[in-house]
């Protein structure tokens, strides 16, 4: 079965650009939640979204946004890059049901860096 | 604010000591408590999970312990090897959704 399967792995911005980081969840998940991890801060969640719709939100400023498409794989996009959006991004899965039964798989993440 | 407050950020043991990893959360509404374990240039992966209606609950050489009342959980590594080498994040969150982490331990195993 396959995993958790984020592109591209590095990527490497200047100020004030945009990017789009992409992630393919494991077959069947409906859920797909981004976290930011950085050496200052660890991993921070961003959102999630289930079923096309951002079920939960972190506390990031609008220029962090995602989406959900209808086979679940889902893309999050940073834009008007800053410094302190160097991180590496990372992608989890899970079935998504609200019952509890969730394990998040988490991708090998994006490696950003912003110059 | 982090919500989950680990320590220590670094330990250093031998080959089969016992690093202990403790976790401390302020949020009652809890009820989910991971453990992921990171490779570097890996994304963190599930180690071992517990609900606060459980003291104690292990996998293999992987134990948590879990105190309600003290708003505590750690992790014990029994028997640890070089390959346990990694950082260890605890993490906590209602009903699986949005997890906060804490800020994680790295771990390294002398042979």
């Known amino acids: 079965k396959a995993g958790v399967t984020q592109t591209p792995r590095y990527l490497i911005k200047t100020r004030g650009q945009q990017v789009t980081l992409s992630c393919s969840p494991i077959s069947g998940h409906r859920s797909v939640s981004w976290y930011q991890q950085t050496p200052g801060q660890g991993l921070q969640f961003l959102f999630e979204?289930?079923?096309?719709?951002?079920?939960n939100k972190g506390n990031f400023p609008g220029r962090f946004s995602g989406r959900q498409f209808s086979n679940s794989r889902s893309e999050m996009n940073v834009s008007t890059l800053e410094l302190g959006d160097s991180a590496l991004y990372l992608c989890?899965?899970?079935?998504?049901?609200?019952?509890?039964?969730?394990?998040?798989?988490f991708g090998a993440g994006s490696r950003l860096t912003v110059l | 604010q982090q919500q989950v407050k680990q320590s220590p950020q670094s330990l250093i043991v031998q080959k089969g000591g016992i690093p202990i990893i403790n976790c401390a959360y302020e949020n009652t509404a809890f009820d989910y408590f991971p453990w992921y374990q990171q490779f570097p240039g890996k994304g963190p992966a599930l180690l071992i999970a517990i609900r606060p209606d459980v003291s104690e609950k292990k996998e293999g050489r992987f134990t948590i312990s879990f105190n309600k009342s003290a708003k505590q959980f750690s992790l014990h590594i029994m028997d640890s090897q070089p390959g346990d080498s990694a950082t260890y994040f605890c993490a906590a969150s209602i009903r699986r959704h949005k997890l906060s982490f804490g800020a994680g331990t790295t771990v390294t195993v002398r042979a």
């Open positions: 979204y289930f079923s096309e719709t951002q079920r």
């Open positions: 989890a899965s899970s079935q998504g049901s609200v019952s509890g039964a969730n394990v998040l798989t």
